[in-house]
């Protein structure tokens, strides 16, 4: 059985950090992208981040590029989501997904083509 688990969300204060993982089971990340998506109260979800499968190349949303960055380690099966400078509009349930139509990120993030998302894990940011 396919799992992703997120954790390390929690209450930051504006200009925090936090890191998210997505441990993934039952699932080898190698020859997929790997993305992480966020989804606010009463707002469509929206890609954040992506990391390639191989060279490890990278897509980030325009507003948090600069504070936030993605790594994968597939011996671990893990994701990771390092986010500094947080903002209030960072307040999200955010989830990861596995690519599973693409190995390579691209110009954009489209959610159809991910797939096995995790249940999320929360992010406030606030004072």
């Known amino acids: 059985q396919v799992q992703f688990v997120e954790s390390g969300g929690g209450l930051v204060q504006p200009g925090g950090s936090l890191r998210l993982s997505c441990l993934a089971s039952g699932f080898s990340l190698d020859y997929y992208a790997m993305g992480w998506f966020r989804q606010a109260p009463g707002k469509e979800r929206e890609g954040v981040s992506c990391i390639s499968h191989g060279d490890g190349t990278t897509f980030y949303l325009d507003s948090v590029k600069g504070r936030f960055t993605v790594s994968r380690d597939n011996a671990k099966m893990t994701v990771y989501l390092q986010m500094d400078n947080l903002k209030p509009e960072d307040t999200a349930v955010y989830y990861c997904?596995?690519?599973?139509?693409?190995?390579?990120?691209?110009?954009?993030?489209?959610?159809?083509?991910?797939?096995?998302w995790g249940q999320g894990t929360q992010v406030t940011v606030s004072s």
């Open positions: 997904a596995a690519n599973t139509m693409r190995s390579r990120c691209g110009s954009r993030m489209v959610g159809h083509e991910y797939n096995y």
